[in-house]
Structure formats: C-alpha cells, structure tokens
C-alpha cells in the first residue's frame, strides 16, 4: 500500500478515497508530493521563492563588481569565489548533516546566507562599494549554500514515500532551472530601475520564505545506523561510496556528460563564427539548455513510470552526449538551439533519477554524505567541462572540441553500461546501492 508522511515525519498509509493514477498516463508534472505532504509543499514553495532571489543576487554581484573594476578577469573571480567554498565545504556540509538535526543546520546556514544579503544590501545603501567585501560575501554564500543543500536534499526521503521521489526530484529541477532563467532576467531588471541595493533586499525577503518552511519541519535527526558513535566524517561517506558500484555510476555518468561534453565555455566563440551572431546570439545559446531543461521538468509526469532507473540515467547521458555532437554540426542557430534545448531536456531526465537513486539506495545515516559528494560534482564537473573544452578547442576548431566531446561522452557512458551491467539492471523496487 502506498503512503503518505504526517507533519511529525512518520508515513502514514494513503487513504482509500484518494483516486490513483497511473504514473505513465501523466503527461505534465507530477504535482502529488505537493498535495500529500504540507512539510513538503512548504519546503519547496520557499525553495523557489529563496532560489529565485539568490540567482537574482548574483547577478547583481556579477554586475557590480564588472561596474567597480571594468573587468571581466574580476568578474570571473566572483565564480572561483564560490567554486573552492561549494568543493571543499560541500563535503564536510554532508558529514554534519548526518550527525546533527538536519533542520536545525537548514535553519542556521539559511539564516547565515539571509545576514550575507542583508550584508550586501547594507554596503550598497550606505555607498560602500568595495571588491574585496563582495568576493567575500560570496565565499560565505556558498558556505552557507554548501551547508544548506545537503541537509535540505536528504531531507526529502523522509517527508515523502518512495515512489514519489521521481516527482518530487522532476519538481526541485523544475525549481533549479526556474530560477536560472527568471531571476537573472529579474535581477538585471531591478538592478537597471532602482539600484543594487533592490535586488538584495528582495533577496532578504526571499530568503524569509526558506526560513519558514525550515521552521515549520518536524525535527530531522539522522538515523543512528549500527548504533556507531556519531562523527562527522567526510571519509566514512567515501569509504561507503566505494563499497556501492551503482550510486558511483550515477557520479561517473553524470562526470561523462559534463566534464566530455561541455560547449559552453565556446558559446562566444560560436556564436560569431558559425552563427555570424553577436551577444544576443550568445544570450540564446546560453539560455536554450535551461529552457530546454524546463520544459523537461514541466512535462515530466511520465518519469514516475520508469522503474529501470539506472538504464534511464544511461539513456538520458548518451542522449545529452548525441544532442551536443549535433549541436557541432549546426550552422543554422534554430537548429543549433534545438539540439541544445534537447541536451537540457535529457539533463533533467539524468538528474531526476540520479537524485532519485541517491535517496532510495543510501541508508539515511549517509544521506548527507553523499549529497555532499554530489553538490561537488555538479560545481566542479562543469567547470573541469569548461576547461577540458576551451583547451581542446585551442589546440584543434571549436568543431573539434564540441562534436569530439559529444561523442566521447556517448562512448563513455556505453562503456560504462557494458562494464557494470546491474547498473542497467537496478529496478526502483528493489533499490540495490
């Protein structure tokens, strides 16, 4: 019998009168985690709402410190600010989650990243503008973020049943990629009318709306496991890891698609020389991922159907891997815009179930651990993505670098499938780590 979580955390069965619909006949979001757990609902809503606000602030730094320093050297820095704190934080992040109330870290490093805005916001309406106090807020940022994202994420197998995980991971997607395209819109909006110091505050506000719904979970203390004395270890959460061929396959794929086949460090580059485009053509490339991304969460009630989860993920990499090779042979931009909007679409797809395995295949007392692992492999897997394609399109043609990426991840993540066959095998009833 399917069930449904109390506001004290404990599931209770699904009530009869509640009519059950098919997963594979959804064609739109899978709206059921929303409706069944208020904790949930509260959770999500102030997610989005606080997300949006933080995509907004950063904006608002990028545009800051580009207007205090004529630098794009110095703009590039505020991503590096937050790339070493996110890496090195966002392991130890995981290890208290998994000692620790993990409502209680939410609440503290939520409120630690609501003073960070309210810091910023103070600086910009007193006048004080300086590059050093921005750099710095953003390090802390994602201090917080780093500490925040692990507990909220291993959060969600307690509020929910597991068969509604692939819903509730197609509606955090759908909330991730949201925000990365309304709130720099948004931001560079309110920047323009009313100043730096409009954006931040918003930002203020927004937070306000995490901070409740953290307020509001019963508590979550992590299971106890064997009952071991409780520490934080970041190397605990690695030694399990090794010892779990299928969640290291969910680490290794996604690594195949963002590290091999990355193109967006050459949007610039592309944009003159195969589209004959400008900045706006720039602009396009870089928002027909997220769009397409979108479009896969808004249209992803069918997932909950799929019970070969990790057969999805290698499906789902090796489409993004052909969809960026294609995206190499265009040279009409619709054409190169829609190949790149399907490798968005498939990325949400991979990440949907990635998240989904990590949550149902990892005991709760190392939960937080291996979210941790994963905010390191989403930050850093890109940015190694960046380079690795930079560098290659150096030495040979940007042509070289995107179509030869695409195909390296395709043939990667084939490897991959051949070489742990019961990766393809695992099965969402019977989650086998």
């Not at 109390?6 to 997963?23: A, F, L, M, V």
């Not at 086949?261 to 592309?270: D, G, M």
């Given at each position: 019998m399917a069930s449904t979580t109390?506001?004290?955390?404990?599931?209770?069965?699904?009530?009869?009168?509640?009519?059950?619909?098919?997963?594979r006949s959804r064609i739109f979001a899978d709206l059921t985690p929303l409706r069944t757990s208020p904790d949930y609902r509260r959770l999500w809503c102030g997610n989005t709402v606080s997300w949006m606000?933080?995509?907004?602030?950063?904006?608002?730094v990028s545009l800051q410190v580009y207007a205090l320093t004529h630098s794009t050297f110095s703009v590039g820095l505020v991503g590096l600010c937050s790339l070493v704190p996110l890496v090195v934080f966002g392991l130890y992040g995981g290890a208290i989650a998994d000692t620790v109330d993990r409502r209680t870290l939410g609440l503290f490093s939520a409120?630690?990243?609501t003073?960070?805005?309210?810091?910023?916001?103070?600086?910009?309406?007193?006048?004080?503008?300086?590059?050093?106090?921005l750099y710095t807020v953003v390090a802390l940022q994602?201090?917080?973020?780093?500490?925040?994202?692990p507990a909220r994420s291993s959060m969600i197998p307690r509020l929910l049943p597991t068969e509604q995980l692939p819903a509730a991971n197609a509606l955090n997607?759908?909330?991730?990629?949201?925000?990365?395209?309304?709130?720099?819109?948004?931001?560079?909006?309110?920047?323009?009318?009313?100043?730096?110091?409009?954006?931040?505050?918003?930002?203020?506000?927004?937070?306000?709306?995490s901070l409740y719904a953290m307020w509001r979970l019963p508590p979550m203390r992590p299971d106890k496991g064997d009952g071991a004395r409780r520490r934080a270890s970041v190397l605990d959460g690695l030694r399990f890891l090794a010892t779990r061929p299928n969640l290291r396959m969910t680490f290794f794929s996604d690594m195949a698609a963002m590290v091999l086949?990355?193109?967006?460090?050459?949007?610039?580059?592309?944009a003159v020389l195969w589209f004959a485009g400008d900045a706006k053509t720039v602009g396009l490339l870089v928002a027909a991922p997220a769009v397409g991304a979108v479009l896969g969460g808004l249209f992803s009630g069918w997932l909950?159907?799929?019970?070969?989860?990790?057969?999805?993920?290698?499906?789902a990499v090796a489409s993004w891997g052909a969809a960026i090779a294609c995206f190499g042979l265009s040279r009409h931009l619709w054409l190169g815009l829609f190949f790149l909007a399907v490798a968005g679409c498939a990325d949400t797809v991979s990440m949907v179930f990635r998240s989904t395995m990590l949550q149902a295949a990892t005991p709760d007392e190392m939960r937080g651990r291996l979210q941790g692992v994963f905010i390191v492999v989403v930050a850093g897997g890109p940015r190694l993505g960046d380079f690795l394609t930079g560098s290659v399109a150096d030495l040979t043609s940007p042509e070289t670098a995107v179509i030869g990426g695409g195909l390296a991840c395709v043939l990667t993540v084939t490897l991959l499938g051949l070489g742990r066959r019961a990766f393809a095998r695992y099965d969402a009833r019977d989650p086998q780590p």
């Open positions: 109390t506001s004290d955390g404990n599931r209770s069965p699904k009530s009869p009168e509640e009519p059950h619909i098919p997963t606000g933080q995509q907004m602030t950063a904006l608002a409120s630690g990243a003073v960070m805005s309210v810091v910023l916001a103070t600086a910009a309406l007193v006048g004080y503008h300086r590059v050093w106090l994602a201090v917080c973020f780093a500490m925040n994202s997607s759908l909330t991730s990629n949201l925000g990365l395209m309304g709130g720099p819109m948004l931001g560079g909006v309110i920047v323009g009318l009313w100043g730096y110091q409009a954006a931040y505050l918003i930002d203020v506000a927004a937070f306000s709306a086949a990355q193109p967006r460090a050459l949007f610039p580059a592309v909950g159907g799929i019970r070969r989860h990790g057969l999805a993920i290698l499906v």
